[in-house]
T-cell receptor
């Protein structure tokens, strides 16, 4: 079936450094890719999304890039801060069943 | 706060018990969702309701029974659960059921089946 693979499962970076999380998807017809952030004890919250008609989108310290040919997209966080520590989930909208298929999540740890 | 509340936050139940999870959204949204979240696994969509009507049931076992009396409230009735049903159950809402609409999640109910 359709799936989304997310790597790494855990990422530890020094405060102030950049973090990159990558996801690959299987449905070449996918056209919508959101990223959600889940802080401890809370539900996921949308932080940025991208559609297939653009290759990159930025919002302050976060950016998402999309490579449709390779069927992968990435989340980039620059100048990481302690409040960036959380689990990040990617997702892709599958054209086959018109549902979001989620990655397994990346636990981001920001070391002081 | 996201505008979506869930009760209880924690629940321990035996396999023969019957319990219910409650979700309420204060955002005026039309669509509501139940998800199952297990450690290190992708979110699993269970049910989708739009304008109180169920539009998706992703092959969920009948021991999980959803109820949506109005657009603001969503319940998940549980009975005869198995230990593998232990997980975090998330409720979410969105303005519309189209997947490109932002989903607002509640904090979840941590369910343990003993």
């Amino acid at each position: 079936g359709e799936n989304v693979e997310q790597h790494p499962s855990t990422l530890s970076v020094q405060e102030g450094d950049s973090a990159v999380i990558k996801c690959t998807y299987s449905d070449s017809a996918s056209n919508y890719f959101p990223w959600y952030k889940q802080e401890l004890g809370k539900g996921p919250q949308l932080i940025i999304d991208i559609r297939s008609n653009v290759g990159e989108k930025k919002d302050q310290r976060i950016a998402v890039t999309l490579n449709k040919t390779a069927k992968h997209f990435s989340l980039h966080i620059t100048e990481t801060q302690p409040e960036d520590s959380a689990v990040y989930f990617c997702a892709a909208l599958m054209d086959s069943n018109y549902q979001l298929i989620w990655g397994a999540g990346t636990k981001l740890i920001i070391k002081p | 706060e996201t505008g979506v509340t869930q009760t209880p936050r924690h629940l321990v139940m035996g396999m023969t018990n019957k319990k219910s999870l409650k979700c309420e959204q204060h955002l005026g949204h039309n669509a509501m969702y139940w998800y199952k979240q297990s450690a290190k696994k992708p979110l699993e969509l269970m049910f989708v309701y739009n304008f109180k009507e169920q539009t998706e049931n992703n092959s969920v076992p009948s021991r999980f029974s959803p109820e949506c009396p109005n657009s603001s409230h969503l319940f998940l009735h549980l009975h005869t659960l198995q230990p593998e049903d232990s997980a975090l159950y998330l409720c979410a809402s969105s303005q519309d059921k189209h997947p490109t609409y932002e989903q607002y999640f509640g904090p979840g109910t941590r369910l343990t089946v003993t």
